[in-house]
């Protein structure tokens, strides 16, 4: 029997992979055959999840990716056993919750550079022939956010909107490098930032009320991971410069 989204042996780097997503990301994917080099600012975390994958050639580089001189020197550390990646997963990512009366260009300028610089840093250097495996597939996590408004998240936002309004130009210009390149764009994820969330609202009901506009309810890491290893996968050789949408049915409102 064949499996389309077998990724023994292939080494995807996931960014975010200390927690939420990113860890659910980078545990699925090594269940698949995957080698996970994982990539987050804390330490501790990353070790905890790799504690968490399936035996396989798997590493950790803590690393922050707001310092973006700097990602260069990560990928080539990476590589530089002669390694090289065959996919990268940006699911690494900040939010404040902010009023844009109150939005100070700091805060603006963290969220861009973790969610959307670090990421076109991140293509730009997997797309040099030294690093990959004679291409490869990115799929960068955006949000539904990207597509409707949230209070006190214009930042986060724009950020996402920015990652799917890059995917499309870069999949054009990737695509003579065999490198497909798209994004998932998932609507409320039970993680860390969830259970953050539904403390500051103080609503019972926030899961009930969810329901009303998400209609299949609240969604795990792995319904994330699922779509990206599909995206990483044989599977979506004809697939790129487009976004997923796993959100539950929120956007079909």
Same mark, same amino acid.
């Given at each position: 029997?064949?499996?389309?989204?077998?990724?023994? =042996? +292939?080494?995807?780097?996931?960014?975010?992979?200390?927690?939420?997503? $990113?860890? $659910?990301?980078?545990?699925?994917?090594?269940?698949?055959?995957?080698?996970?080099?994982?990539?987050?600012?804390?330490?501790?975390? *990353?070790?905890?999840?790799?504690?968490?994958?399936?035996?396989?050639?798997?590493? /950790?580089?803590?690393?922050?990716?707001?310092?973006?001189?700097?990602?260069?020197?990560?990928?080539?550390?990476?590589?530089?056993? $002669?390694?090289?990646?065959?996919?990268?997963?940006?699911?690494?990512?900040?939010?404040?919750?902010?009023?844009?009366? &109150?939005?100070? *260009?700091?805060?603006?300028?963290?969220?861009?550079?973790?969610?959307? &610089?670090?990421? !076109?840093?991140?293509?730009?250097?997997?797309? +040099?022939?030294?690093?990959?495996?004679?291409? #490869?597939?990115?799929?960068?996590?955006?949000?539904? @956010?990207?597509?409707?408004?949230?209070?006190?998240? @214009?930042?986060?936002?724009?950020?996402?909107?920015?990652?799917?309004?890059?995917?499309?130009?870069?999949?054009?210009?990737?695509?003579?490098?065999?490198? %497909?390149?798209?994004?998932?764009?998932?609507?409320?994820?039970?993680?860390?930032? /969830?259970? #953050?969330?539904?403390?500051?609202?103080?609503? +019972?009901?926030?899961?009930?009320?969810?329901?009303?506009?998400?209609?299949?309810?609240? =969604?795990?890491?792995?319904?994330?991971? /699922?779509?990206?290893?599909?995206?990483?996968?044989?599977?979506? %050789?004809? !697939?790129? $410069?487009?976004?997923? !949408?796993?959100?539950? =049915? /929120?956007?079909?409102?």
């Amino acid at each position: 029997m064949i499996n389309p989204m077998d990724l023994s =042996g +292939k080494n995807i780097l996931v960014t975010g992979a200390s927690s939420g997503i $990113g860890k $659910g990301i980078a545990v699925f994917l090594s269940k698949l055959g995957a080698n996970i080099i994982m990539v987050a600012r804390n330490e501790e975390k *990353l070790k905890e999840t790799s504690k968490e994958l399936e035996s396989g050639n798997h590493s /950790y580089y803590p690393f922050d990716l707001s310092n973006l001189n700097e990602i260069e020197g990560l990928i080539d550390n990476i590589c530089s056993d $002669g390694k090289k990646l065959n996919g990268i997963v940006h699911s690494a990512g900040i939010s404040r919750t902010v009023p844009v009366q &109150y939005l100070k *260009l700091d805060d603006l300028n963290s969220i861009m550079s973790v969610n959307f &610089y670090s990421f !076109i840093e991140l293509v730009k250097h997997f797309s +040099k022939r030294k690093y990959n495996d004679n291409g #490869g597939s990115v799929v960068a996590i955006s949000s539904i @956010s990207s597509k409707v408004g949230a209070r006190g998240l @214009s930042a986060y936002c724009a950020s996402k909107g920015a990652l799917e309004s890059a995917i499309r130009p870069i999949a054009l210009e990737m695509a003579s490098r065999n490198i %497909r390149v798209n994004s998932v764009a998932p609507g409320m994820i039970k993680t860390q930032i /969830y259970d #953050g969330l539904t403390e500051i609202v103080n609503n +019972k009901d926030f899961e009930k009320d969810l329901k009303k506009r998400q209609i299949l309810g609240l =969604g795990m890491p792995d319904d994330v991971a /699922y779509a990206v290893a599909f995206l990483l996968s044989d599977a979506a %050789r004809f !697939i790129t $410069g487009t976004t997923i !949408i796993v959100d539950g =049915g /929120y956007s079909a409102h």
